[in-house]
């Protein structure tokens, strides 16, 4: 493990699961940051709890805060609630990207986002804040990903897609140019969409197809 340097930006990871030990296991060598502890906005059993890093518990007040930039490990994309809520108590949020990733220079990464390892991002591309993106995503030129959208792992998303806020694609999906995603649907894992799918919906298959409507998000 390298050492941190004294400059190092001490980093909270909101959302006290044990997939905050995943992220801190990926990311504890990034160099500049030094991950300190996790935030919980709720009680959850010893055996769910990560054990890499202290639990803090988000009291609501200013000093916890004070203890470091904050970047969200939780799937679910109603998160949305629980950032917002912190970003109005003037939280600072971080981006973190694991270094085994290539994003392109012309390409954009909101306040917020995580990044983890293998994934490749196309030039020109939009990631807006709060977004989560899994290992070995694909993700092509000028595409726009919208806030609080989770794409899990080994997604191809092609060119000039446009993929709504709150947005659920599950593991392996393929999504094809130029499709249009509405906010809050969700994506089955290894569909292929090769048409617009309509906001709060829930697609699956090859070619995708809707299953409900008014589902998302989740």
Known sequence: MTSEPATATPVLIAGATTYADVVIDSF???????????????????????????????????????QGRIVCALGTTKRR???????????????????????????????????????????????????????GVRIG?????????????????????????????GTGAVLIDRVRIGEGAVIAAGSVVTKNVPAFSIVRGNPARVLRRSYGPV
């Open 28 to 66: 504890e060598a990034v160099p500049g940051i030094k991950i300190t502890a996790v935030l919980s906005n709720q009680e959850l059993p010893p055996e769910e709890q990560p054990g890499l890093r202290p639990v803090l518990q988000d009291d609501g007040t200013p000093d916890i805060l004070r």
């Open 141 to 169: 030129h000028h595409t726009t990903i919208g806030s609080f959208s989770t794409i899990h792992p080994g997604c191809v998303i092609s060119g000039h897609v446009h993929i709504g806020e709150q947005v659920t694609i």
């Open 81 to 135: 609630k629980w950032l917002s809520g912190l970003a109005e108590r003037g939280a600072d949020f971080t981006t973190l990207v694991h270094p085994a990733c290539t994003v392109a220079s012309r390409s954009t990464l909101g306040g917020g986002c995580l990044v983890d390892a293998g994934t490749i991002i196309a030039g020109f591309a939009d990631i807006q804040p709060h977004v989560r993106i899994g290992r």
